[in-house]
C-alpha cells in the first residue's frame, strides 16, 4: 500500500476530526489508534490519520511518538505528513507544538514549515497571525479558561516562538490570497532569512486550498483539519487520489445506546442540559469521581436499571471553577487522568450492559475510552457533526461497534440527540 497522505494527531477525537475532513474531500481513509501492527487491516485507504495521545504529555514524550510515526506513516509511502494539532492551538510554552515542529523540521530536511490551525468552518481563522475564535481573539474566548492549556495570548507568531528552537515567521493573508506561486515566493524569503515555521493565515476556504497546494511540496506540515481539507483537495485536483464512489455503508446488529461527557467546555454543559430533556442523565462530580473506584459501580448500577428503555447519559461534566479548585488541591495532571481514568471503566462496563452505539464528548475522555477498548483502528461514516463523523470499530474485540468521539467545543446543543439518531438510521442498525 502506497499512501496518497499520511497524517498523526495529538488526540483523538482531533484526529477524528481530521479523518472525516479527508474522507468529505476525497480520500478514502482510515483512523489508527497509535501506530497500528502490521496485520490491520487498512483496506484501500489513501490516507491514514494515526491517532496519539500526546497533546498535554511531556514534550519529549511527545516527540518520541511523533517521530515513531512519521516512520511508520513514510514506510508506507506518504511523501508528505501533516502533523495535526487543536484549530485552538491548544499548548503551554513548554510545548508540544513546537517540540513536534523542530523533531520533525529536523529529521526531513524541512525549510519553513508551513503552520496554521486556522479552520473557518468550525469558526477558527488566522489574519496577521492572530488566532481568532468566531468573532472573538483566542485570549478572550471561553479557551483561556481550559483547564489543561488555557490559551492567553492569540499571536501564535509569539506563541510558537516560545515553545520552538527554530526562528517562526508569518505568511500574511494579502500573500496567500495572491495564490500558491504568490505563497511560494513568500516562503523562499523567510526560509533564506533562517526561518524554520511560518504561521500561514487563513480566513476563507480559498486561502486553505492555497495552503494545501503549497504544502505538499514539503515533506511535513503542521495544522488542523482545515489544512487536511486544502491537502486532500489538491491530491484530488492533481489526479494523486481517487475520489471515492460513496461512503462505506455502515452496519451494526442490535445494540443499546449511551453517551458519556467528561468535558467542562461550554459547549458540552449546554449539550448535556439539553439532554437532560430527553433521557436520563447521571451527574457525577469532581470529588465524587476522585474520592473512589465505586462511583464506577454506582454509575453502572444506574445505568442497568434504566438502559433497556432508551439511551441514557453520564457526565462528569462541571464547571470550570470546580474543576480548578480540585486541581489546586490535588494536581491538574492528577484530577485528569482519574476522572478519564473511570469514565473509561464505565464505558468498558456498559459494553458489557450490550451498548453497540456509544457517544463520547471530550478529547481527553474519548482517549482514555478508546484505549481502554483496545480498539485499534476506526472506519469513517457520515458526519454528525462540523468535525465529528460517526465512526466504527475495525478489527479487535468491538468490532463493528458505532461511536462518535467529540472534542469539547464541537456540536450544536442538540449534539447527543443527532449522535444517536444518524447512529440509529445507520443501514443495519
Known amino acids: 500500500m502506497t499512501l496518497a497522505l499520511g497524517c498523526i494527531a495529538d488526540d483523538y477525537t482531533g484526529a477524528s476530526d481530521l479523518a472525516n475532513t479527508l474522507a468529505r474531500n476525497g ?49 508506507r509511502g506518504a511523501g508528505h505528513v501533516m502533523y495535526k494539532i487543536c484549530s485552538t492551538f491548544d499548548s503551554t510554552d513548554a510545548g508540544n507544538i513546537g517540540p513536534v515542529l523542530d523533531a520533525l523540521g529536523e529529521d526531513t530536511g524541512a525549510g519553513a514549515v508551513l503552520v496554521t490551525p486556522a479552520f473557518p468552518e468550525t469558526g477558527r481563522t488566522v489574519y496577521q497571525g492572530h488566532l481568532f475564535v468566531g468573532a472573538v481573539p483566542l485570549n478572550e474566548s471561553p479557551l483561556k479558561d481550559h483547564p489543561l492549556n488555557p490559551m492567553h495570548d492569540a499571536n501564535l507568531v509569539r506563541v510558537l516562538q516560545r515553545q520552538s528552537t527554530r526562528r ?18 513568500r516562503l523562499d524569503a523567510l526560509a533564506s532569512d533562517g526561518v524554520g515555521g511560518v504561521i500561514a493565515d487563513a480566513v476563507f476556504e480559498s486561502d ?79 470529588d465524587r469521581l476522585l474520592a473512589g473506584p465505586e462511583v464506577v459501580a454506582h454509575a453502572v448500577d444506574w445505568a442497568r436499571d434504566r438502559i433497556a428503555g432508551g439511551p441514557l447519559l453520564i457526565a462528569s461534566s462541571a464547571a470550570p471553577a470546580d474543576v480548578l479548585r480540585a486541581q489546586s488541591s490535588l494536581g491538574r495532571e492528577a484530577v485528569g487522568q482519574a476522572i478519564e481514568g473511570r469514565l473509561a471503566q464505565i464505558a468498558e462496563e456498559l459494553l458489557k450492559l450490550g451498548v453497540r452505539r456509544l457517544v463520547v464528548a471530550g478529547g481527553e475522555t474519548s482517549g482514555a475510552v478508546v484505549d481502554r477498548l483496545g480498539i485499534p483502528a476506526f472506519a469513517l461514516g457520515p458526519q454528525i457533526a462540523p468535525g465529528v463523523p460517526l465512526l466504527r470499530a475495525v478489527s479487535g474485540t468491538h468490532d463493528g461497534l458505532l461511536m462518535a ?17 444518524l447512529m440509529n438510521r445507520t443501514p443495519g442498525a
Open 405 to 421: 468521539l467529540k472534542s469539547g467545543n464541537f456540536g450544536s446543543v442538540d449534539f447527543f440527540a443527532e449522535a444517536l439518531a
Open 168 to 185: 517562526i515567521g508569518l505568511a500574511a493573508l494579502g500573500g496567500i490570497a495572491g495564490g500558491p506561486d504568490a505563497l511560494r515566493a
Open 27 to 75: 480520500l478514502r481513509t482510515v483512523q489508527t489508534i497509535g501506530i497500528p501492527s502490521a496485520d490491520l487491516p487498512l483496506m484501500d485507504a489513501e490516507a491514514v490519520v494515526v491517532a496519539l495521545k500526546i497533546r498535554s504529555v511531556p514534550a519529549e514524550e511527545a516527540v518520541e511518538k511523533a517521530r515513531a510515526a512519521h516512520r511508520w506513516l513514510t514506510g
Open 208 to 286: 486553505l486550498e492555497t495552503l494545501g497546494a503549497v504544502a505538499l511540496d514539503a515533506p511535513v506540515s503542521i495544522g488542523a483539519s482545515g489544512l487536511g481539507l486544502g491537502l486532500a483537495r489538491e491530491l484530488v485536483r492533481a489526479g494523486r487520489a481517487s475520489v471515492p464512489d460513496g461512503a462505506a455503508a455502515f452496519s451494526d446488529g442490535p445494540g443499546l445506546s449511551a453517551c458519556l461527557a467528561g468535558s467542562c467546555s461550554q459547549a458540552t454543559l449546554a449539550q448535556i442540559a439539553r439532554a437532560e430533556t430527553i433521557m436520563p442523565v447521571l451527574r457525577l462530580d469532581a
